[in-house]
Nanobody, 121 residues
């Protein structure tokens, strides 16, 4: 499974961005896709996950501002990010796995290359 993330950039506080993650390869084996982020000097943390069973989880820090969604016809998962804050600045990664649907990043087998999100005035 290959994952290609895109959509990052520089945005002002309270602005918005939409990240996309396109999956290819053995995508029928994947049951969960997730977005993680990692800021300099910090651990990689879960932002949101979406399972084909319907399970959705968000980090407390993004609840009410970010929305994860999927388009199975396009093999794509999106992360709509609204009301962005400077503390959202990080490299955002998409991840996928055939079996795991938890919060621990080491549980995910497949990773995209990351896309930089910078929130600054």
């Amino acid at each position: 499974v290959q994952l290609q993330a895109s959509g990052g950039g520089l945005v002002q506080p309270e602005g918005y961005l939409r990240l996309s993650c396109v999956a290819s390869g053995d995508i029928f084996s994947v049951t969960t896709m997730a977005w993680y982020r990692q800021a300099p000097g910090k651990q990689r943390e879960l932002v949101a996950l979406l399972s084909y069973s319907g399970k959705i989880n968000y980090a407390d820090s993004v609840k009410g501002r970010f929305t994860i969604s999927g388009d199975s016809a396009k093999n794509t998962v999106y992360l709509q990010m609204n009301s962005l804050k400077p503390e959202d600045t990080a490299v955002y990664y998409c991840a996928a796995d055939p079996d795991y649907n938890g919060r621990y990043y080491r549980g995910y087998a497949y990773w995209g290359q990351g896309t930089q999100v910078t929130v600054s005035s």
